[in-house]
């Protein structure tokens, strides 16, 4: 079982920056990619950042240019810098990692993190 531990969430105001952090337990297995994604009350989970290794990140048009996702591979730790953050970011946020084991890939979520943006 491969566990991801989130940090970092929390109540900002509108304008200001937080960081995510996300580290994964495995030393075993190998990880296809890292990311965050976002939960809104009522909505679906959607994509905010991922990084496959060896590839540049992907990101969601909502949080380009804002938001930076940084990944230490020796650690299996994946970040994401949010700045500029603003009401419309208020979510859950979900570390994800993408794992081959056994020559399958699983993908393991993370418990959460709040993420409270005021106005």
């Known amino acids: 079982q491969v566990q991801l531990v989130e940090s970092g969430g929390g109540l900002v105001q509108a304008g200001g920056s937080l960081r995510l952090s996300c580290a994964a337990s495995?030393?075993?297995?190998?990880?296809?990619?890292m990311g965050w994604y976002r939960q809104a009350p009522g909505t679906q989970r959607e994509l905010v950042a991922t990084v496959i290794s060896g590839s540049t990140p992907n990101y969601a048009d909502s949080v380009k240019g804002r938001f930076t996702i940084s990944r230490d591979y020796a650690n299996n730790v994946v970040n994401l810098q949010m700045n500029s953050l603003n009401p419309e970011d208020t979510a859950v946020y979900y570390c994800t990692a993408n794992v081959i084991r056994g020559g399958l890939a699983t993908r393991f979520w993370g418990q959460g993190t709040q993420v409270t943006v005021s106005s």
């Open positions: 495995t030393r075993i297995f190998s990880i296809v990619d």
